[in-house]
């Protein structure tokens, strides 16, 4: 047995400083495709990740003072978008800097030397850790699903979505954000903490089958891979897509109107469809293989090496939902012309300051001499 391998084995939880190391163990015969995921995974989480998570925290902290603040005119789709853009940082910061980074790059980088795993810290720890989580990530997929619903309002229904005042769409945003906690709630309120010296350990679960069976099926459809939510971005998305198809095949072809607000309805409704495909481009496969797996975990016939081959992918997808919510801030550079003007005009400010200040401290240096 290999060395990473029997440090494994011998480290008393799921989780452990070794999971992207003893499965390409040179003393062993486990190099194959777990191998190969793990070593993505290890460089993604340690190498990689720290320059996307940054990009990641700057550029929605930046969104959401650029739509509520900054922008020329506020209106129910920037709001719904810093709201987004708020869910999306607190994702990064709770599944990326709280847990990638120190729990599997940290020791990848270091050969499973330097590893901090916040969850075995107490069991204070664990639950809030677990209950921010799955908060963050329900509430990430719960206000995108309402930026596609209102997507879907404002074309099926224009005049009555005029109705829809600013106040009304923060008051609906920050109720969703405050109604996905008791639903996080409801699912880690069954945490049960074990202590194995010296360190804490806590899982989610009851010796019910019953109700561990709700509780898979409420993990799976609710809270973290939030399968309802991803059915309903999807469905939302193919209405917008048919309401576009049918008004193209008619005389009443919207971007070729004269009328400023239709048109920009069709943009801001390609907008949200290219983000939506694109968001459904990590979040889909991730959902799908959760799925799968919660399915197949309790099933003794099933082959360990391929639950891990799952379990790896889906870490593997959600880390590419990670890096979408990163960078999400390009559609918006590229599709909306208000947000790119106000991104240079800052960039130019701010060339104009450094300018100002270099030329005064050579001012200052060329009296001295």
Not at 14 to 38: R, V
Not at 320 to 347: D, G, P
Request: hydrophobic share 45%; proline share 3%; net charge positive.
């Amino acid at each position: 047995m290999g060395y990473f391998t029997s440090k494994k084995l011998n480290y008393s939880y799921i989780d452990s400083p070794y999971d992207m190391l003893y499965l390409c163990d040179p003393k062993t015969e486990n190099i194959n495709i777990n191998c190969a995921i793990s070593e993505i995974l290890g460089f993604s989480s340690g190498y990689i990740f720290p320059f996307v998570g940054f990009i990641g925290v700057v550029s929605n902290i930046y969104i959401c003072y650029i739509f509520l603040f900054r922008y020329p005119k506020r209106t129910r789709q920037t709001i719904l978008l810093s709201y987004l853009a708020l869910a999306d940082l607190l994702n990064i910061l709770a599944f990326g800097w709280l847990w990638i980074f120190p729990a599997k790059g940290l020791p990848y980088m270091t050969n499973g030397n330097i590893y901090f795993f916040i969850i075995n810290q107490s069991s204070v720890y664990c639950t809030v850790f677990r209950t921010l989580y799955f908060f963050t990530s329900t509430v990430t997929f719960a206000i995108f699903l309402l930026v596609c619903l209102d997507r879907c309002f404002a074309i099926y229904f224009p005049f009555r979505s005029l109705r829809i005042t600013n106040k009304m769409t923060f008051l609906t945003c920050s109720i969703v954000f405050l109604f996905c906690l008791p639903l996080t709630v409801l699912y880690t309120g069954f945490i049960r903490t074990i202590y194995q010296h010296p360190y804490f350990f806590c899982t989610i679960g009851n010796k019910d089958k019953s109700l561990n069976l709700f509780l898979n099926l409420y993990r799976v459809l609710i809270v973290h891979s939030g399968v309802l939510f991803t059915v309903g971005i999807i469905i939302s998305n193919l209405a917008l897509i048919l309401k576009l198809v049918l008004l193209s095949k008619t005389n009443l072809l919207l971007i070729k109107t004269k009328s400023n607000n239709i048109q920009r309805e069709i943009r801001s409704t390609i907008t949200i469809l290219i983000l939506s495909l694109i968001f459904l481009s990590g979040s889909l496969p991730n959902t799908c293989l959760f799925f799968i797996m919660k399915s197949l975990q309790n099933d003794s016939t099933i082959n360990q090496n391929y639950l891990q081959f799952l379990y790896s992918l889906t870490d593997a997808f959600y880390q590419l939902l990670i890096w979408i919510e990163s960078f999400s801030f390009l559609v918006y550079v590229i599709r909306m012309k208000n947000f790119r003007a106000l991104i240079l005009s800052n960039s130019t400010k701010n060339l104009s300051i450094t300018s100002t200040i270099k030329n005064k401290i050579t001012f200052q240096l060329s009296n001295v001499k």
